[in-house]
Nanobody, 125 residues
Framework: QIQLVESGGDLVQPGGSLRLSCAGS????????VAWFRQAPGKEREGVSS??????YYSDSVRGRFAISGDKTENTVYLQMNDLKPDDTAVYYC????????????????????WGQGTQVTVSS
């Protein structure tokens, strides 16, 4: 059974940084695509970044500020978030177990079948 546990969310001032963690079990990171999504109040869930054997992908809104990475020994995926803005405020989720329809940049939430519980990121002064 695939399980994902996010952590690292916090309240941070604009311009600050956070690192989110997504600890996975029940699958091997080396063979799975893992992605980060976020959902702000009243908005749809949007793809932020994905990590696969073919590379990393980022949404336009975070490219150049966020970086995704994976630790195969820990089966954990990280999202380093720099220069945070109030618009980055959301619940952040990681997901894996992608379906066969998925295509790069692998940022469509409907393509994922396994989700974590989310971690809150609030950017405010």
């Amino acid at each position: 059974q695939i399980q994902l546990v996010e952590s690292g969310g916090d309240l941070v001032q604009p311009g600050g940084s956070l690192r989110l963690s997504c600890a996975g079990s029940g699958f091997t990171l080396e063979y799975y695509i893992v992605a980060w999504f976020r959902q702000a109040p009243g908005k749809e869930r949007e793809g932020v970044s994905s990590l696969s054997n073919t590379g990393e992908y980022y949404s336009d809104s975070v490219r150049g500020r966020f970086a995704i990475s994976g630790d195969k020994t820990e089966n954990t995926v990280y999202l380093q978030m720099n220069d945070l803005k109030p618009d980055d405020t959301a619940v952040y989720y990681c997901a894996t177990n992608i379906n066969g329809r998925a295509r790069p940049p692998f940022l469509d939430p409907s393509d994922y079948n396994s989700w974590g519980q989310g971690t809150q990121v609030t950017v405010s002064s």
